[in-house]
Structures are given as C-alpha cells and as structure tokens.
C-alpha cells in the first residue's frame, strides 16, 4: 500500500494566520490526492480533490497543490471554525490516508 | 443537502459479528458507488471497500477481504457492512460514503480518482469481553 505521511502532526495558530501543512507519499500518485476537515464527533468533510480543485461551497481561503508524491494543503487566513483536524488521501493505488494534522489554537 | 443516515452504536464481544447499516436516498442509491471507512485511535482512517448499490459488486480492501461483507437492500434503498469475527482492534467509528465520481463512466475496481463528498454520521461499535 501506498504510504501517506502529514507534517506536522500538530500545529499551532492564531485567527488570520497562514497555515501550510504538507502530505508526502511513499511513491507517485500524480494528481490523486484529496484533503479533508474534521471536527470531533463528527464525520471528515471534503475540502480539495485531485489535489488542487476546490470542492463545491468550501471557502477559497482553503487551496491545494502539488502532484507526484508532494502536495500541500494552505489555508490563506485562519478563521475560527478551521480549528480542527486534516486528513490526506490518495486513490491511485487503492486508498489509503494520511494519519492527520491537528490545527489548534495558539 | 445529501443524506446518509446511519445506525445506532453497537456493543459486540470478540468473536461476533456487526452489522451497520446506512440509509441513502434514491438518488445517491442508484446513482453512485459507496465505500465504508473506519477510524480508530491506533490506525486512524481505513478504507474498507466499495459496493455498486444499484448491482450489488463489490470490492474489498485486502486487510478485510476475509471478514468483511457489503450487501444493500433495494426496497430500502439501504446498504450495510458487517464484520465478522471481531476483535478488540475492530473498536472503531465505522462510516459509509459516497463516492463523487458517480457511476457512470467509473468502475468500482479503479478507484482512481475517487473522493468521498457526503458521510454519514459514523457508528461507533465497540468490541470487549
């Protein structure tokens, strides 16, 4: 399987904040790469799919890029209710996740 | 607003199976594939696999191939996942979701792809003795 790795594990920021996390895999997965939202009790939301395409109603402050095996997830200024876990996943080679970076406040 | 509600947590003891259900609408039934995921404390997410509601096939992650059934009910327009043989690692909050690409032009044996834009509300099965 195709190994998904998030840095940092956590992280902390504060409202207007530009944040970057990043998601390596152990091999290509060219442009397959998603990023989700969770918040506890609560079911991951998709935020960016194919790496780069803005999922429907999801705010533009939150963009994707990359291709190959490095991608990230930007978020270009915090806002309060996007405290909360992101999660990578690639579906080239079969699907698998990232193990999530917690975005807390500083 | 897509819906998929799910079934009530469940206490299970090692060896005994579960069965989760997760009903959909018309539209998404009919319409696109579905997968179930599960989250644990010690492996995070997991894929488990897909399932065509409309055709029934199916297509499972090799972790669980041996334990794990996906079937769905037409009249109900309801899809389960059960998991047999479980063990205290099967403790976990179990989701079924929809997959975006739909199903016309995919195929559930390329994933490729695929994400996941509506999930249910998750039920926690708890396995222990």
């Known amino acids: 399987d195709i190994q998904m790795t998030q840095s940092p594990s956590s992280l902390s920021a504060s409202v207007g904040d530009r944040v970057t996390i990043t998601c390596r895999a152990s091999q290509t997965i060219y442009k397959y790469l998603n990023w989700y939202q969770q918040k506890p009790g609560k079911a991951p939301k998709l935020l960016i799919y194919?790496?780069?395409s803005l999922q429907s109603g999801v705010p533009s402050r939150f963009s994707g890029s990359g291709s190959g095996t490095d991608f990230t997830l930007t978020i270009s200024s915090l806002q309060p209710e996007d405290f909360a876990t992101y999660y990578c996943?690639?579906?080239?080679?079969?699907?698998?996740f990232g193990q999530g970076t917690r975005l807390e406040v500083k | 607003q897509v819906q998929l509600v799910q079934s009530g947590a469940e206490v299970k003891k090692p060896g005994a199976s579960v069965k989760v259900s997760c009903k959909a609408s018309a539209d998404t039934f009919t319409n696109y594939y579905m997968h179930w995921v599960r989250q644990t404390p010690g492996h995070g997410l997991e894929w488990m696999g897909i399932i065509n509601p409309s055709g029934g096939s199916t297509n499972y992650a090799q972790k669980f191939q041996d334990r794990v059934t996906m079937t769905r009910d037409t009249s109900t327009t309801t899809l389960y996942m059960e998991l047999s043989s479980l063990r205290s690692e099967d403790t976990a909050v179990y989701y079924c979701?929809?997959?975006?690409?739909?199903?016309?032009?995919?195929?559930?044996?390329?994933?490729?792809?695929?994400?996941?834009?509506?999930w249910g509300q998750g039920t926690l099965v708890t396995v222990s003795s």
């Open positions: 979701a929809r997959d975006a690409r739909g199903i016309v032009g995919a195929t559930l044996l390329v994933l490729v792809g695929s994400c996941f834009d509506a």
């Open positions: 194919d790496a780069s």
């Open positions: 996943q690639q579906t080239y080679s079969r699907i698998t």
